[in-house]
């Protein structure tokens, strides 16, 4: 069993930058692969990252490309998402998810977290 809480969400402007914690609890936490998706008001859940379980491979989605980036410390038990260069189209709710086969599909994630605001204004 694993279970995720994040943090990191808020307020920022246009331009600016924020970072997401995913902290996990359980101990397979570090053998599982983990995704940011996000969620905007009246849209879809969006996949927005993703990264192996030893941090090698990572994936985004071509919205977020070269703006964010994802990592982790397996020794913290914790996954980042660094954003950068911030749109308010970047608004949402953000949650992470762990998943031992996930890709870039939420159907394919067994563990979420609770998700946090992350609001851009211009």
């Known amino acids: 069993q694993v279970q995720l809480v994040e943090s990191g969400g808020g307020s920022a402007q246009a331009g600016d930058s924020l970072r997401l914690s995913c902290a996990a609890s359980g101990r397979a936490f570090s053998t599982y692969g983990v995704a940011w998706f996000r969620r905007a008001p009246g849209r879809e859940r969006e996949f927005v990252a993703r990264?192996?379980?030893?941090?090698?491979?990572?994936y985004y989605g071509n919205s977020v490309k070269g703006r964010f980036t994802i990592s982790r410390d397996n020794a913290k038990n914790t996954v980042y998402l660094q954003m950068t260069s911030l749109e308010p189209e970047d608004t949402a709710v953000y949650s992470c998810?762990?998943?031992?086969?996930?890709?870039?599909?939420?159907?394919?994630?067994?563990?979420w977290g609770q998700g946090t605001q992350v609001t851009v204004s211009s």
């Open positions: 990264i192996s379980w030893n941090g090698e491979n990572t």
């Open positions: 998810a762990a998943s031992d086969h996930g890709f870039t599909l939420p159907s394919g994630y067994l563990y």
